[in-house]
């Protein structure tokens, strides 16, 4: 109670905003970080403010990610000094990092959550954790409940986690955080899993603890996210600090020029040639057992079709069924001229056709793996030979397929969680070049990914359509399907209601078509 009064007292009322701001600082001094040779972090500061929202952006691999895994625990052989209150604090632990009160909410959420447990063991697993814990069940569904009510998130509490959606999920880390005394919260990529509505509505949320004076950092690539909700700016490039600020007088364009260090310029290719007529991929009549009905498409040699919709509309449903991960259904099918219906992801591999998965860390890589093992795992049987596998050819493929990608690592034995998400997805796109396989199914690619490596991917995308393979490109990013696709079908409630030449596609004709605005 003592601590909870001064901490009181401690608070101010910031009048141009009306905000809460509290007398917590922290502030990060020198960070630097170095694994097996190569530097993550390069004398870095950063300083967040109780009762601000703090932007942290900059490209893929510039250390945004890393910084803040410094803060919360994740690597104790950092080297700098962090302080609250220019009081020096010690944080080589994430027990270190919670009992100082700061705490994350992770891109990937389903890593911090338990399956199997219910909605309320996860919100209180840390405290359930502890050593000598007694408990009831009544008390720890009760303060499950109150910390969701800082939300205003209403949830069963006994409803099992493995019920819940990505964005049920994030409120659920998020009133983890809030079950503790939390000072300092750190959201990477929150926005990521999010449809508009979900999004708006966790900017309330913000925008709530802000008000309670809580230190709030967030991690986005989506600039008019950061415009909107931040008042700070820090911007880190290759491991370094480039600038810290006031967001307001910076436009969305001298962000991304500061995050590049270049000047802003189109991100999209040029445009392809005319594709032949040769189709690879015919579907006819496809349903699910859930959502899709009656779907029916064309896929060409060296055409990249976008599959447009919101959150919800069956994008991934349909990236799925087509791959066989989930039960379906066709009247008629046909891929590389032969009768065809999707069996399971063995049979459609072995037939030539790949997906890169939307959630990328959960079902697209072994992220405990190294580079070269996740290279070889989807390739051809050149790799082995009187069934011994052939690591050095693994190996001497792994370099290549880095180079060739511009996947930046430290090389073929470099742990995949260690890389950035943009790298990470290069690697998930990379296993996949090895293969025989002529359809690529792309479920969401750019996800959590930064604008340089955006760029990067769009050319690789581009690259695979030139060589004569066809490309499914599913996506709730407008732009990019504007920007990239020879022809584009809208996905709303499980049905596509429109098709559009790329030539022809606005976002706006997009959005109203996804929001159900006309039947094709």
Same mark, same amino acid.
């Given at each position: 109670?003592?601590?909870?009064?001064?901490?009181?007292?401690?608070?101010?009322?910031?009048?141009?905003?009306?905000?809460?701001?509290?007398?917590?600082?922290?502030?990060?001094?020198?960070?630097?970080?170095?694994?097996?040779?190569?530097?993550?972090?390069?004398?870095?500061?950063?300083?967040?403010?109780?009762?601000?929202?703090?932007?942290?952006?900059?490209?893929?691999?510039?250390?945004?990610?890393?910084?803040?895994?410094?803060?919360?625990?994740?690597?104790?052989?950092?080297?700098?000094?962090?302080?609250?209150?220019?009081?020096?604090?010690?944080?080589?632990?994430?027990?270190?990092?919670?009992?100082?009160?700061?705490?994350?909410?992770?891109? %990937?959420?389903?890593?911090? #959550?338990?399956?199997? $447990?219910?909605?309320?063991?996860? *919100?209180?697993?840390?405290? /359930? @954790? &502890?050593?000598?814990?007694?408990?009831?069940?009544?008390?720890?569904?009760?303060?499950?409940? %109150?910390?969701?009510?800082? #939300?205003?998130?209403? $949830?069963?509490?006994?409803?099992? *986690?493995?019920?819940?959606? /990505? @964005? &049920?999920?994030?409120?659920?880390?998020?009133?983890?955080?809030?079950?503790?005394?939390?000072?300092?919260?750190?959201?990477?990529?929150?926005?990521?899993?999010?449809?508009?509505?979900?999004?708006?509505?966790?900017?309330?949320?913000?925008?709530?603890?802000?008000?309670?004076?809580?230190?709030?950092?967030?991690?986005?690539?989506?600039?008019?996210?950061?415009?909107?909700?931040?008042?700070?700016?820090?911007?880190?490039?290759?491991?370094?600090?480039?600038?810290?600020?006031?967001?307001?007088?910076?436009?969305?364009?001298?962000?991304?020029?500061?995050?590049?260090?270049?000047?802003?310029?189109?991100?999209?290719?040029?445009?392809?040639?005319?594709?032949?007529?040769?189709?690879?991929?015919?579907?006819?009549?496809?349903?699910?057992?859930?959502?899709?009905?009656?779907?029916?498409?064309?896929?060409?040699?060296?055409?990249?079709?976008?599959?447009?919709?919101?959150?919800?509309?069956?994008?991934?449903?349909?990236?799925?069924?087509?791959?066989?991960?989930?039960?379906?259904?066709?009247?008629?099918?046909?891929?590389?001229?032969?009768?065809?219906?999707?069996?399971?992801?063995?049979?459609?591999?072995?037939?030539?056709?790949?997906?890169?998965?939307?959630?990328?860390?959960?079902?697209?890589?072994?992220?405990?793996?190294?580079?070269?093992?996740?290279?070889?795992?989807?390739?051809?049987?050149?790799?082995?030979?009187?069934?011994?596998?052939?690591?050095?050819?693994?190996?001497?493929?792994?370099?290549?397929?880095?180079?060739?990608?511009?996947?930046?690592?430290?090389?073929?034995?470099?742990?995949?969680?260690?890389?950035?998400?943009?790298?990470?997805?290069?690697?998930?796109?990379?296993?996949?070049?090895?293969?025989?396989?002529?359809?690529?199914?792309?479920?969401?690619?750019?996800?959590?990914?930064?604008?340089?490596?955006?760029?990067?991917?769009?050319?690789?995308?581009?690259?695979?359509?030139?060589?004569?393979?066809?490309?499914?490109?599913?996506?709730?990013?407008?732009?990019?399907?504007?920007?990239?696709?020879?022809?584009?079908?809208?996905?709303?409630?499980?049905?596509?209601?429109?098709?559009?030449?790329?030539?022809?596609?606005?976002?706006?004709?997009?959005?109203?078509?996804?929001?159900?605005?006309?039947?094709?």
């Amino acid at each position: 109670p003592a601590a909870a009064m001064k901490n009181s007292l401690n608070q101010k009322i910031n009048y141009r905003t009306g905000t809460v701001m509290s007398a917590n600082r922290l502030e990060m001094h020198n960070i630097s970080l170095a694994f097996s040779g190569f530097q993550a972090l390069n004398k870095v500061d950063f300083t967040l403010h109780g009762g601000s929202v703090h932007a942290l952006t900059g490209a893929n691999g510039a250390g945004k990610s890393t910084l803040m895994a410094v803060l919360c625990g994740t690597h104790a052989h950092y080297q700098g000094e962090v302080t609250i209150n220019d009081q020096p604090v010690t944080i080589r632990s994430p027990r270190d990092a919670k009992q100082l009160g700061i705490h994350l909410v992770q891109q %990937e959420v389903d890593v911090a #959550l338990v399956p199997g $447990l219910s909605i309320a063991e996860n *919100i209180m697993l840390d405290r /359930l @954790a &502890e050593p000598g814990m007694a408990f009831r069940w009544s008390r720890v569904r009760q303060l499950a409940r %109150e910390a969701l009510a800082q #939300l205003d998130v209403a $949830l069963d509490v006994r409803r099992s *986690i493995d019920s819940c959606t /990505l @964005a &049920e999920k994030q409120q659920i880390l998020l009133a983890r955080a809030l079950s503790h005394h939390c000072r300092f919260l750190i959201l990477d990529e929150p926005t990521a899993p999010l449809d508009q509505h979900e999004s708006e509505r966790l900017f309330a949320v913000v925008r709530r603890l802000q008000q309670q004076g809580i230190g709030v950092v967030f991690i986005s690539h989506r600039i008019h996210e950061l415009k909107a909700i931040c008042d700070t700016l820090t911007v880190l490039r290759d491991g370094r600090l480039i600038e810290s600020g006031p967001m307001a007088p910076l436009s969305g364009e001298q962000i991304v020029e500061k995050m590049l260090g270049h000047e802003l310029s189109d991100i999209f290719p040029p445009p392809r040639p005319p594709h032949g007529e040769e189709v690879l991929l015919q579907v006819d009549g496809l349903h699910d057992e859930a959502l899709l009905q009656d779907i029916s498409l064309r896929l060409r040699k060296g055409e990249i079709l976008g599959i447009a919709g919101l959150a919800g509309a069956g994008k991934t449903e349909l990236c799925k069924a087509l791959f066989g991960a989930s039960k379906s259904r066709v009247q008629r099918g046909e891929l590389n001229g032969q009768p065809w219906r999707p069996r399971d992801p063995a049979d459609s591999v072995g037939r030539g056709l790949a997906l890169v998965p939307e959630e990328r860390r959960k079902e697209g890589i072994f992220i405990e793996e190294p580079i070269a093992m996740n290279l070889a795992v989807s390739a051809d049987n050149s790799f082995s030979r009187w069934s011994l596998f052939g690591h050095r050819q693994a190996w001497r493929w792994a370099e290549e397929v880095i180079a060739r990608l511009g996947v930046r690592a430290t090389g073929p034995g470099q742990m995949l969680r260690r890389l950035s998400g943009g790298n990470q997805q290069k690697v998930a796109i990379g296993k996949w070049l090895r293969s025989h396989a002529n359809v690529l199914i792309f479920d969401e690619p750019t996800k959590g990914v930064d604008v340089k490596a955006k760029t990067d991917l769009f050319m690789l995308i581009d690259g695979l359509a030139r060589e004569g393979k066809g490309v499914i490109y599913a996506s709730g990013e407008f732009a990019e399907l504007v920007g990239l696709c020879d022809r584009i079908c809208v996905l709303w409630d499980g049905r596509i209601v429109a098709e559009i030449p790329g030539a022809e596609a606005r976002e706006e004709t997009l959005l109203y078509y996804s929001t159900g605005g006309a039947a094709a």
